[in-house]
């Protein structure tokens, strides 16, 4: 059972395999909102690549991407600047050499199997260093991937890594699995399901999700909203697109700030000359949590 093949078959894919789908209907009896969860993930990802190039971020590097599947990355960013750049991280093997076959004849997009908790060896690798440009901002995105990052693991320290190699202007994306509406039994279930795999299930609060935006100015949900993670239906949400609510799935966008204020940042997003990475802080400004 691989999480990248359940969330493909929530999603309606066909790259999956018997126990992947025993597995997904383990979690929809115990979730009945599972398969509307993951749909609410994948509606908020197009939304924020798409606020992305809004901002003039035109390259992404996204951890733990999963199988490919309608409305990935590239396909959102490609509809809206051809040029775009587009680097796919997992460390599930069926899932990288689907994704390679699938890419291979794509300009601007390259897939690289490593574990994004391996900062280094994601960064150093031929895949990032060839297609994205460092000198210029990036759209970092951690989307449902974040809850198969143990405690141990430090996923704020991993996610400070990639940071620091960062200009300011580039944007961190994270949406997170949540236990705070779920009963005891429910979270029992969940991480069972997973718990036997390489990617064990670890829930967050959503003020612990806020905690992982360290370092980046997390931004409004909303034009007028104050700075919170949310719900990721409730983050800029398209009006004409079909509303999926979902309670359990909690996200936002963070902006790495210039030191000099906003007028740097939007400057370096922009196309001004090229600067050294500032050091990394190690303060947070993500504090704010809608329930």
Do not use: K
């Not at 997170?176 to 399901?193: I, P």
């Not at 949310?230 to 799935?249: C, F, N, Y």
């Amino acid at each position: 059972m691989s999480a990248a093949r359940v969330y493909d078959y929530l999603l309606g894919g066909s790259t999956n395999f018997r126990p992947d789908r025993e597995a997904a209907a383990a979690l929809q009896r115990a979730l009945p909102s599972a398969q509307r969860d993951v749909w609410a993930n994948r509606s908020f990802l197009g939304r924020a690549v798409a606020y992305l190039l809004d901002q003039g971020v035109t390259q992404f590097l996204d951890l733990g991407s999963g199988l490919p599947t309608v409305g990935n990355v590239h396909e959102v960013a490609h509809a809206r600047d051809p040029g775009a750049r587009v680097v796919y991280v997992d460390c599930d093997p069926v899932a990288v050499e689907h994704a390679r076959d699938l890419l291979e004849d794509i300009d601007g997009v390259a897939v690289l199997e490593s574990d994004l908790r391996d900062v280094g060896e994601v960064l150093n690798s031929s895949e990032v260093r060839d297609l994205l440009d460092f000198s210029r901002p990036i759209g970092l995105l951690a989307v449902a991937v974040l809850h198969f990052v143990a405690r141990c693991d430090d996923p704020v320290s991993i996610l400070g890594g990639y940071a620091e190699a960062l200009v300011p202007g580039s944007h961190l994306v994270i949406s997170h699995a949540t236990g705070h509406t779920l009963d005891r039994d429910q979270v029992a279930t969940a991480a069972a399901v997973y718990a036997d795999t390489d990617t064990p299930l670890t829930l967050r609060t959503p003020m612990q999700v806020a905690e992982l935006f360290t370092g980046f100015t997390l931004l409004p949900p909303a034009d007028g909203a104050p700075a919170e993670v949310v719900p990721v239906s409730q983050w800029r949400p398209d009006p004409l697109e079909p509303e999926i609510q979902t309670r359990t799935v909690y996200g936002g966008v963070g902006l790495l700030p210039a030191p000099d204020g906003a007028a740097d940042v939007a400057s370096s997003v922009r196309g001004a000359a090229p600067r050294a990475m500032p050091p990394l802080t190690a303060t947070t400004s993500a504090t704010g949590v809608r329930l």
